[in-house]
């Protein structure tokens, strides 16, 4: 496709299991981000990946939290032993070199819901 | 640490209204400012951007002017419409990393 893909776009899951999140960029697109949008918050960096260099893992809020892109294109996050308070949108976003001047394209998102 | 602070919502507004919303950020140096829309049922996607001082960004009869003395970076219309009813963010780049306020929701009533 020409957008950014994400899958799945809603998951439930229980307390304490481990969940993956799946990225697609637009081809071609060297720099990958991924943000959490929670109710009421702005966009809130976790992580981003420019071609080789290593990724800047500043924004992961604890170490239940780890991504990996393969090949330089897919990215799948995941959270171990979920907690509540991880509820929220995760999206994707990748752009030309660096931040592509600002212009991120952004997926629709994961619905994450921990019950 | 880089910060967004933008108005917040919920904002409505008649058709035909004059809109501001407002942004303000702390940043070291000279960030790059955005505006990033979130229309219904849709991604973010960029509106605007300014990339220095006294810069203007406009789009779909959005402007918004980087202004440092201020550092603020204020997004306006002269005449909204049904269709700009959606999710206003204003982000600032550093580093390679976008920092973005909390949104602002904007409805337009006709």
């Known amino acids: 496709g020409a957008g950014v893909s994400q899958s799945p776009s809603n998951k439930v899951t229980e307390k304490g299991k481990d969940v993956e999140l799946r990225c697609d960029p637009i081809s071609g697109h060297t720099a990958l981000y991924w943000y959490r949008q929670s109710l009421g918050q702005g966009l809130e960096f976790l992580i981003y990946f420019q071609g080789n260099s290593a990724p800047d893992k500043s924004g992961l809020p604890s170490d239940r939290f780890s991504a990996e892109r393969t090949g330089g294109s897919v990215s799948t996050l995941t959270i171990q032993r979920t907690q509540q308070e991880d509820s929220a949108v995760y999206l994707c976003?990748?752009?030309?070199?660096?931040?592509?001047?600002?212009?991120?394209?952004f997926g629709s998102g994961t619905q994450l819901s921990v019950l | 640490g880089n910060s967004v602070t933008q108005m917040e919502g919920p904002v409505t507004l008649s058709e035909e209204a004059f809109l501001t919303i407002n942004c303000t950020y702390t940043?070291?140096?000279?960030?790059?400012l955005f505006w990033y829309v979130q229309y219904p049922g849709e991604g973010l996607q960029l509106l605007l951007k300014a990339t220095k001082a006294d810069d203007k960004g406009s789009n779909k009869g959005f402007e918004a002017t980087y202004r440092k003395e201020t550092t603020s970076f204020h997004l306006e219309k002269g005449s909204v419409q049904v269709s700009d009813s959606a999710v206003y963010f204003c982000?600032?780049?550093?580093?390679?990393?976008?920092?973005f306020g909390t949104g602002t929701r904007l409805t337009i009533i006709p």
């Open positions: 976003a990748s752009s030309l070199a660096g931040t592509g001047y600002g212009k991120l394209f």
């Open positions: 940043a070291t140096g000279y960030p790059s």
């Open positions: 982000a600032l780049r550093k580093n390679e990393k976008l920092t």
